[in-house]
């Protein structure tokens, strides 16, 4: 056996931690990789190194068939056949053996032994209800034979539990004579290693079986490979008890990005969509919001007084065994009664918005010390109740939450139906004939309340019948027949439909989570609607996994992946949004900045914080939806990787306007600067240009200047380096490729204590900035807090400041101005704007004076409206071009000063019109219509010929010395933007403990600049 192809690097990679392991004994390997990354071919390749006997188990048969296909293409050399070198049978032994778990862990029949242990555990269950054991035993004979079918499922309940049972000798009491004899065959053939694929199926019963075999063969290599190991909710290696027994801990992870990087997995577009539940539903919510608004008007100052007196009384112990509880009290005391003084605990936790959780939590806390005070009242059941509808039980002494029918029901509302509609027309519009698309469900019937895979057929069969939707399941498969009824296919296979979607004969395949999940392969498909409540790691992987399997014939593929969610009107509403939430915590996703960020967030930046605006969100998905080619290079597909997770900073512009004023823009726009940004592409860029660059540059000072204090003071180490960069929406990501992950978190740690709402810092820095406004200078301030590594030393506070002030004032001596080059760039380009504004009248006027004397010509009105219009569109026609390619230099950086190449290129587009005019004149007037052409060209040429050769040394030096002299009056009388300045004297750092300062004046600050740590895969 030797493998024909090349394997893939990363695959390299797990096999020099598969030889490094072997070399120091370690006889457990267990790799961790995406479906679709080959564990099948290294899986392998580790077998054909070890050279022995192999006994490789899997879940299924179709794995059984897939890990004999690849050892018959990839691996067989010459004189070797498959026949002599696999079994799948447990009858026959060879070198490979292939078998299932369900082979290899069946149970004996219902000897005595078993149904002794099995009517011991259902009679130590229901023995209450007999007086004696006789009366049991009458009544299992009476069911055995009145209902046989509830007889045997209750043995098979009690059998499961038995299963769990660890006595000594009881595994093998269990086990079929059949198992029992196939261990002894397998030690006796020397089975030398045991490959368990598909490993999270490694539970309970089976991984006590497998762990019984490794020890009968007297613990030969095992090796686990898997792509969701069963953890959820957990730390990725706080792995199951009996799992982590038989593989050990984790050799080698490798995440999904690293597979798409390599080329082996298509890229994926995670996507959203925002639904309302529908009316009656919201009826429902709305109704249990108002009798909770009603219990809070009267009783919450009361709570929050309480829930005040206990987080004074408990905080330290709170922060120490629960601070997520000391987190829910805060938030309920912070908005339920702001005259309580909390800014001795509050965090940036506090000031979130409070969330049923806190109500609920802070409620109990409450309801709880007044059934101390007034044991033999029962005046808290309504409250109970209340509580119970919105989902809180309680429990001994407070509120727990459940899961109700309501949540359930925005979970699985029937509303998302028209999302998935306008899913279907957008990907049809985007891909026409090479849409393979599917939507995945966990119900069948069309009888239940959520919705379901019938209920979605039917509604789409009509208007998406050129896709030809089929629903399969296992109750069978569906499509829509002549006569455009739901017509049963008796013929045809998951195998069969698969292979239609595959040729696009069918391009909507609607299944449900049992057929469409593990183990189901389409590598064409490339549109997922997941409609599932799914949020177990195991689970959610494997239904994703389906989408971005590679195309052969189109190695360029990217999967939409969507998501519909349900939001309704008040706490309950939010139910839907928090699955979304949990779904992707452990799931990676590129953004708009091309970072491989883990979280909801990779969808859209600070995703909760943008709800509000949900119709904006649908809009911009819908529109990313169009973005394959884009996305994929995001992704960077064949690029160098590290492999590695570290941490970045998202860093969101809120309040800048109030720091850095509006600048006027062309085109008569003086609105919300970000609003006008996202209307149009050419303004989009000018924003990021302009406004954007300055608060970038602002950053990148400020950031500069605290990496030089904590270098300077040994906190940071001297080679340490960091990028900052900005997105789309205007945000900006601060990232760090630095060798030492834990310095690159403590960074962005300290940085965002700065840019972010002033709560536990110690110290504050207040930057006072004076704003130029139509003559009047006012003033307004910039307050930002120092992170508590700089705030614990008074040494370091002082180097900050003297930092600051040489990164973001320079070496000057009387106040200076932030970003002079900017603003000067700003002023330039409104300036040209306005004088291109007048220049196109001023030619169109030359032009027409110039053929004054064809007007009398003219036979008719027609023809004069005629000549108005085509020299008005010809002059014009210079001014757009002009202007549009100002804009492409902007965008491309270059100093829109240096406007020679725009004055020519205008200038031979004039002239190409000119020609076009020659032609489409009546021939009489031509020679009339020519004589002002020369001067306009003339006029041009000069124009640009002033920006080129010898005249651009002395151009650039003549607007440098005006620049310096007349830039106020410039900015004054022909830009009037507003100007702001930094006053270097007026730098103050304040000690926000200080008795004479009002802390929570500084808490209630919205910041200039929020901060949130992100995940990110580089």
Known sequence: MRFQQELYHYQDDILAVFESEKARGDKKIHIVAPPGSGKTIVGLEMITRLDTPTLILVPNITLQFQWKDKLEKLFLESGETIESLVSTEIQSIRKINIITYQSLTTTGGEDDIIMVKIYDLWFGDFSGEFLERKDFEEFIQNLKESNSQEYSDTVGVYKKKLKLDTTEGMLEKLLSEKAKTYFLELGVNNIGAIVVDEAHHLTAWWSRVVYHLWEILENPYIIGLTATPPFDNVDFFDLDDSYAKLLGEVDYYIPTPAIIKSGRLAPYNDLVQFVEPGKDLQDILDAKEKLLNVFLETERVSIAKHIFSIVEEESEKLLKNNPELLDSYLRFIYHSAPELDISEYITENTIEPIILEDIAKSTGKWLMNKKIKDSKSDNQTPVKSLFFDLGYIWRGSNFFRFQTPIEKLLIYSKSKIEAVKIILRKERENLGSELRSTIITDFLSADSDYINCQYIFEELKTEFSDLNPYLISGQGIWKIGANGETELLLNETTLSVTEKLMKGEIRLLIGTRGILGEGWDCPKLNTLIDLTGIVAYMSVNQVRGRAIRLDRDNLHKTANIYDIVCIGEGYQGMKDFTRLENKHEKFYGVNDAGMVVKGVDHIYPNLRVHLCDRIKINENMLKRSSFRDAIYDLWGVGKEYANKETFGLHLEVRDAFRIF???????????????????????????????????????????????????????????????????????????????????SKAFMLHISQIFSPITKQKYVLEVPMRQLENDTWSDNILTVGLPDVLSKNKKYRETLETSLLKFLFGNTEDEMKIQIELNNKNQQYNFLIKMSNILWIIVWFIFISMNISTFNAFENGTRLLFYFIFSGGLIYSFYLFFKLNILINIRSGKDITIIGGEIRLASTIICILIVVGYFILPMPYINNYLEGIPLIVLLLLVLGLLQTGIFIGVRVYIQGYIRKIFSPIWMKYFIQTDIFYLKKQSLDIIYLNDPEIDKRAYISKTPFIISKIEKLWI
């Not at 180490?717 to 900006?732: C, M, S, V």
């Open 661 to 743: 004023p509006l600048i006027p823009l062309p085109f008569g726009s003086m609105g919300n600067i970000r609003t006008m940004f996202q209307e149009t592409s050419v303004l989009k860029y000018m924003g990021q240009s302009y406004y954007f660059a300055i608060i970038e540059k602002f950053l990148s000072r400020f950031i500069q200047a605290i990496m030089q204090v904590l270098q300077e003071n040994k906190i940071l180490p001297a080679d340490f380096i960091y990028n900052l960069k900005r997105d789309e929406q205007g945000n900006f990501k601060l990232t760090s490729t630095y060798k030492d992950d834990l310095v």
